[in-house]
C-alpha cells in the first residue's frame, strides 16, 4: 500500500502518537495537584466537584469547536481537546483518592512530625496514586478518541487526518487500515503501558495481591 511503502503512514502515526503524549502530560501535570488541593480542602471540593463530574463525563469531541474557535486550525486546538479529555477525569480521580485516605492517618503522620510537603509525598500522593492511574487511563481513552475526531478538521498531518482524505477519495483500503492502525495502538498502549502501571500501583499500596 502507497501509504506505507512511502512513509506517510508513519509520519501520520508519529503526529498522532506527540500529540495525544504531550497533551496528556500537561493534563496530568495540571490535574493532580488540583486534586490534591480538592481533596484536603473542604471549601474548594465543595465549590469544584459538580463542575469536575460533569466535565469528566464530556468526551474529547465535544471540545473541538470551542478549541478550533479559540486557537484555530492546528497544533493548539488539538491539544486542547486532549488536554480537556484528559484533565477533567485525572483530577477527579484524584479528589477520589485523597478522600478516601482516613483523617486518622493524615494527624498520625503530622503529629510524628511530617510536614505539609512530607505529607503530601508521603501520605497523600502515594494514597491517591491508584486512583490517579485509573483516571490516566480512562482519561486516555477519551483523549484518543477526540484525537481522532480533532485531526480530521483541524490539521493536515495525523491519522485523523488520513482517515477524513481516504473518504474524500473512496480509499476504502486506506480508512481500513487506519482503523486497524488505530486500535492495533491504542490496545498496545492500554496493555503494555496502562494495565501494567495501574496493576503494579495497586499491588504497591496493598489492594490486591500478587497471584
Not at 3 to 18: F, K
Not at 73 to 87: D, K, P, R, T
Not at 104 to 124: D, I, K, P
Not at 194 to 206: A, H
Request: hydrophobic fraction near 60%; aromatic fraction near 12%; proline fraction near 4%.
Amino acid at each position: 500500500m502507497e501509504s506505507i511503502q512511502d512513509g506517510t503512514l508513519i509520519q501520520h502515526v508519529g503526529a498522532s502518537l506527540l500529540r495525544v503524549g504531550l497533551g496528556t502530560l500537561i493534563g496530568v501535570v495540571t490535574a493532580v495537584p488540583l486534586g490534591i488541593a480538592m481533596g484536603v480542602s473542604p471549601a474548594i471540593s465543595t465549590f469544584l466537584t459538580p463542575l469536575f463530574r460533569f466535565f469528566s463525563v464530556l468526551a474529547g469531541i465535544a471540545w473541538i469547536p470551542i478549541a478550533t474557535l479559540w486557537f484555530g486550525y492546528g497544533f493548539g486546538a488539538i491539544i486542547f481537546v486532549i488536554f480537556n479529555a484528559v484533565f477533567f477525569v485525572v483530577a477527579y480521580n484524584t479528589l477520589l483518592g485523597v478522600s478516601t485516605i482516613p483523617y486518622a492517618l493524615r494527624n498520625a503522620a503530622a503529629s510524628l512530625g511530617a510536614g505539609r510537603w512530607a505529607l503530601l509525598t508521603q501520605v497523600l500522593l502515594p494514597g491517591a496514586l491508584p486512583n490517579i492511574v485509573t483516571g490516566i487511563r480512562t482519561g486516555l481513552g477519551f483523549a484518543w478518541r477526540g484525537l481522532i475526531a480533532a485531526e480530521m478538521i483541524a490539521t493536515n498531518v495525523g491519522l485523523g487526518y488520513m482517515l477524513f482524505v481516504a473518504r474524500d477519495f473512496y480509499r476504502t483500503e486506506v480508512i481500513v487500515l487506519g482503523m486497524i492502525v488505530i486500535g492495533v495502538l491504542w490496545l498496545l498502549i492500554d496493555r503494555l503501558l496502562l494495565v501494567p502501571l495501574e496493576r503494579s500501583t495497586i499491588e504497591r499500596w496493598g489492594m490486591v495481591r500478587r497471584a
